[in-house]
Nanobody, 121 residues
């Protein structure tokens, strides 16, 4: 059982930055950790994923170059640094844990409660 708690969401102006954190408890150190988001009326979508080392990161195309995911294994925490935010980034952001380094939602076993990110224009 892996428990995940996100934080760091909030309201920010377009072009601004926000840093999300996800603290994990339980045997999460060998899991891939991903970030997903879900906007109102839309399906949940993949944002980024990192492997156990935090050295390999894959991003969804729309956030590539703007978002940076990192992992602090000692603190059992993953981060999502979001820069140059756009209104279309507005969504509830979720961290999740998987046995695989994938973007496939169904392969993620554990999910956090979500943190809201709202980007105003």
């Amino acid at each position: 059982q892996v428990l995940l708690v996100e934080s760091g969401g909030g309201l920010v102006q377009a072009g601004g930055s926000l840093r999300l954190s996800c603290v994990a408890s339980g045997p999460s150190s060998t899991y891939a950790m991903g970030w997903f988001r879900q906007a109102p009326g839309k399906e949940r979508e993949f944002v980024a994923v990192t492997d156990w080392s935090g050295l390999t990161v894959h991003y969804e195309d729309s956030v590539k170059g703007r978002f940076t995911m990192s992992r602090d294994t000692a603190k059992s925490t993953v981060y999502l640094q979001m820069n140059s935010l756009k209104p279309e980034d507005t969504a509830a952001y979720y961290c999740a844990a998987s046995k695989f380094v994938v973007s496939t939602i169904r392969l993620y076993d554990y999910w956090g409660q979500g943190t809201q990110v709202t980007v105003s224009s």
